[in-house]
């Protein structure tokens, strides 16, 4: 790209690793529990908050970035938020209490929110709509690599020293990232902010929060059946109701109602909802799978979860281009191929190898990384300029919400069915037909033996978890199968603004 400036590839490389920190820092965190349990003598339940918290306070903060731009400009917002969000992760890996910990985490949630949102509103802004498909690819490396590189590299750091290093790790990327930021950024925007919504804030804040504790919670609390969820479900519903109503009856609402009657960035904000669940979901249950079913060692597994970051990389050397060429068959085509994926990792049984595990992710990475750019160009190509940073904050808002809403969907999918399929199993399985009793005793031994009793129903418990995933792998191949029709809705012609 010859046509861009000096100060235009310090923006790229600026956001882009900006971006990649966030999400880094973000999803390490995962890997190093187990280490964070025993030193912070936390439950299996409180420990889970370690993650909940920092979700429900971003979540929350990131509707606050478009107003946040127009008060402090872009380089005030970006290098606040990136020495915020350094600053309370060295904290959280000082912390010596479970208490300490949620506070710092929290913190680091709130700080670190704008950084996603306005970092892709600043290459929308900083770049002609023709090189959107380029520089979105481009900083998509920072968006998708993160969260691939954070638990491999937070693993191995963590088994090398200890769990407080993952955070500590995240201070020269830090330092590094606010310098480029304070360098490569100006203050557009400076200035226009319009008198805060404070109402509005305080109503989405609580429907997001109740939503989130919700989702997170909902499971281990057996969900309708507790008093907690059924009052973080009334509060959702009522205070997003609350919510709808004010935007659209304010002078000077949080969200204008203006950017969703644009028809291409609503559509976009609906596949960004999916794509941020398809996103993490192989994440989340591959893991588990890998160590508790295959006794795979946590290095192994980082490597090939990491093998969806090999498609993502993939995909940019052809992205780009096909954008250009036609932006709803890219996006049509890179759904196509997660749904693919998806039903492979479904096709998958308990004696997969490496290479099932390897190809798979690979599949799944290429297809999100053919669909994320032209959603991205599609979504933003007919709204209006001064709405960008308020759009890009809708965005991240509602990728996030997908993630951890159909994550949660997933591991209900997962432990239900693994439950029934371990009722159904040991319905199977009688001690008086020698013809369902036989082909066990090959495999694990004399019946009279005292063990064998404990190895059957060790055995009936992985062939049932086995099941559970593979039903949760449908879920994702559902989604992704319902989404790719979705691509056609958008329009190709540009709007004036």
């Given at each position: 790209?010859r046509s861009?400036t000096?100060r235009?590839?310090l923006i790229l490389l600026t956001?882009?690793?900006?971006?990649l920190?966030?999400?880094a820092?973000m999803t390490?965190?995962?890997?190093?529990?187990?280490?964070?349990?025993?030193a912070?003598?936390a439950?299996q339940?409180?420990?889970?908050?370690?993650i909940?918290?920092?979700l429900?306070a971003?979540a929350?903060?990131?509707?606050l970035?478009?107003?946040?731009?127009?008060?402090?400009?872009?380089?005030?917002l970006m290098v606040?938020s990136i020495?915020g969000?350094t600053?309370?992760?060295?904290?959280?890996g000082?912390?010596?209490?479970?208490e300490?910990?949620?506070?710092?985490?929290?913190?680091?949630?709130v700080?670190?929110?704008p950084?996603?949102p306005?970092?892709q509103?600043?290459i929308?802004?900083s770049?002609?709509?023709?090189?959107?498909?380029?520089?979105?690819?481009?900083?998509?490396?920072?968006?998708?690599m993160?969260p691939?590189?954070?638990?491999?590299f937070g693993?191995?750091?963590?088994?090398?020293?200890?769990?407080?290093?993952?955070f500590?790790m995240?201070l020269?990327?830090?330092?590094?990232?606010a310098?480029f930021?304070?360098?490569?950024?100006?203050?557009?925007?400076?200035?226009?902010?319009?008198?805060?919504?404070?109402?509005?804030?305080?109503?989405?804040?609580?429907?997001?929060?109740a939503t989130?504790?919700m989702?997170?919670?909902?499971?281990r609390?057996?969900?309708?059946?507790?008093?907690?969820?059924?009052?973080e479900?009334?509060?959702?519903v009522v205070?997003?109701?609350?919510?709808?109503v004010?935007?659209?009856?304010?002078?000077?609402?949080?969200f204008?109602?203006?950017t969703?009657?644009?028809r291409n960035f609503?559509?976009g904000?609906?596949?960004?909802?999916i794509m941020?669940a398809?996103?993490?979901t192989?994440?989340?249950l591959?893991?588990p799978?890998?160590?508790?079913?295959r006794?795979?060692p946590?290095a192994?597994?980082?490597?090939?979860i990491?093998?969806r970051?090999?498609?993502?990389?993939?995909?940019f050397?052809?992205v780009?281009?096909f954008t250009?060429?036609n932006?709803?068959l890219c996006?049509?085509?890179?759904l196509v191929?997660?749904?693919?994926a998806?039903?492979?990792?479904a096709?998958?049984d308990?004696?997969?190898?490496?290479t099932d595990?390897?190809?798979?992710?690979?599949?799944?990475?290429?297809g999100?990384g053919?669909?994320?750019t032209p959603?991205?160009?599609?979504?933003?190509?007919?709204l209006s300029?001064?709405?960008?940073?308020?759009?890009n904050?809708i965005?991240?808002?509602l990728?996030?919400?997908?993630?951890?809403?159909?994550?949660?969907l997933t591991?209900v999918?997962?432990?239900?069915?693994?439950?029934?399929?371990g009722?159904n199993?040991n319905?199977?399985?009688?001690a008086?037909?020698?013809?369902?009793?036989?082909?066990?005793?090959?495999?694990?031994?004399?019946?009279?033996q005292?063990a064998?009793?404990?190895?059957?129903?060790a055995?009936?418990k992985?062939?049932?978890s086995?099941i559970?995933?593979i039903?949760?792998?449908y879920?994702?191949t559902?989604?992704?199968t319902?989404a790719a029709?979705?691509?056609f809705l958008?329009?190709t012609r540009?709007?004036?603004?």
């Amino acid at each position: 790209m010859r046509s861009f400036t000096l100060r235009q590839w310090l923006i790229l490389l600026t956001v882009q690793f900006s971006t990649l920190l966030f999400g880094a820092t973000m999803t390490s965190v995962a890997v190093i529990l187990p280490q964070m349990k025993g030193a912070l003598s936390a439950t299996q339940d409180q420990v889970s908050w370690i993650i909940t918290f920092n979700l429900v306070a971003t979540a929350i903060a990131t509707p606050l970035t478009g107003w946040l731009a127009s008060k402090l400009g872009w380089r005030n917002l970006m290098v606040g938020s990136i020495i915020g969000f350094t600053t309370f992760s060295v904290l959280a890996g000082a912390s010596e209490s479970l208490e300490v910990m949620l506070g710092t985490r929290v913190a680091q949630g709130v700080l670190g929110a704008p950084i996603f949102p306005l970092g892709q509103a600043i290459i929308l802004a900083s770049f002609s709509r023709a090189q959107h498909p380029f520089v979105l690819m481009a900083w998509g490396v920072g968006g998708v690599m993160g969260p691939i590189l954070g638990p491999l590299f937070g693993g191995m750091i963590a088994e090398l020293f200890n769990w407080r290093w993952a955070f500590y790790m995240i201070l020269p990327m830090g330092i590094i990232a606010a310098l480029f930021a304070f360098v490569a950024l100006s203050n557009e925007e400076k200035g226009s902010a319009h008198k805060f919504d404070y109402l509005g804030f305080c109503l989405i804040a609580i429907a997001i929060g109740a939503t989130q504790l919700m989702f997170d919670r909902g499971q281990r609390l057996d969900w309708l059946n507790s008093y907690e969820i059924q009052l973080e479900l009334l509060l959702a519903v009522v205070f997003f109701y609350l919510f709808m109503v004010h935007i659209l009856t304010s002078r000077h609402a949080l969200f204008e109602p203006a950017t969703f009657k644009d028809r291409n960035f609503t559509i976009g904000v609906i596949l960004a909802t999916i794509m941020g669940a398809l996103q993490f979901t192989p994440m989340v249950l591959f893991p588990p799978l890998l160590q508790e079913l295959r006794g795979y060692p946590d290095a192994i597994v980082g490597y090939l979860i990491s093998a969806r970051g090999m498609g993502n990389f993939l995909s940019f050397f052809f992205v780009v281009q096909f954008t250009r060429f036609n932006p709803r068959l890219c996006l049509f085509s890179g759904l196509v191929m997660q749904s693919i994926a998806a039903l492979w990792m479904a096709s998958l049984d308990i004696n997969m190898t490496t290479t099932d595990v390897f190809w798979t992710n690979v599949l799944h990475g290429v297809g999100f990384g053919t669909a994320y750019t032209p959603m991205a160009v599609l979504a933003f190509s007919t709204l209006s300029p001064r709405l960008l940073t308020q759009g890009n904050a809708i965005f991240a808002l509602l990728r996030l919400l997908g993630s951890s809403i159909f994550i949660s969907l997933t591991l209900v999918v997962f432990f239900r069915s693994s439950a029934e399929a371990g009722v159904n199993l040991n319905n199977l399985i009688d001690a008086f037909d020698l013809r369902n009793l036989s082909v066990w005793i090959d495999i694990l031994g004399d019946a009279d033996q005292p063990a064998m009793h404990m190895r059957l129903l060790a055995e009936i418990k992985q062939q049932a978890s086995m099941i559970g995933y593979i039903n949760a792998f449908y879920l994702l191949t559902i989604a992704s199968t319902i989404a790719a029709p979705l691509a056609f809705l958008f329009v190709t012609r540009r709007s004036p603004g």
